[in-house]
């Protein structure tokens, strides 16, 4: 499954760095969003959702409400089959906006989806 990982991060403490390598384990193919890095754990990172030419069935989110907002225009254009909120990342506008375009939405952790085999 092709998940695209929006707010990426190098840094090993990050909770979307051990999504990305859970993720790569448990046989799924990321594609990591940032415009700080050309590539973490060795995968090619996207400066932005529009960069990404190929089809994405899950986008997980590791960004502050805040900054999401203005990005809904490419989400919705992506066309996921779903969007994961994870926690600190919940807004309530794109959330609706999401739903309203028919795409699925779940406010739940990445990392906890995997774990139990939910994902």
């Given at each position: 499954m092709n998940v695209a990982i929006l707010g990426a991060s190098s840094k090993a403490d990050r909770l979307s760095n051990l999504a990305q390598q859970r993720l790569v384990a448990a046989g799924h193919r990321v594609f990591p969003i940032t415009p700080m890095y050309a590539e973490i754990?060795?995968?090619?990172?996207?400066p932005d959702l529009t960069s990404i030419d190929e089809p994405i069935h899950t986008l997980t989110i590791y960004l502050a409400p805040d900054k999401l907002s203005p990005l809904m225009p490419q989400i919705l254009n992506m066309k996921p089959q779903?969007?994961?909120f994870n926690p600190g990342s919940e807004d309530d506008g794109c959330i609706a906006q999401l739903?309203?375009?028919?795409?699925?939405?779940?406010?739940?952790?990445?990392?906890?989806?995997?774990?139990?085999?939910?994902?």
């Open positions: 754990l060795g995968v090619k990172t996207y779903r969007v994961i739903a309203s375009a028919g795409i699925a939405v779940q406010t739940a952790c990445t990392l906890v989806m995997l774990s139990a085999a939910s994902f």
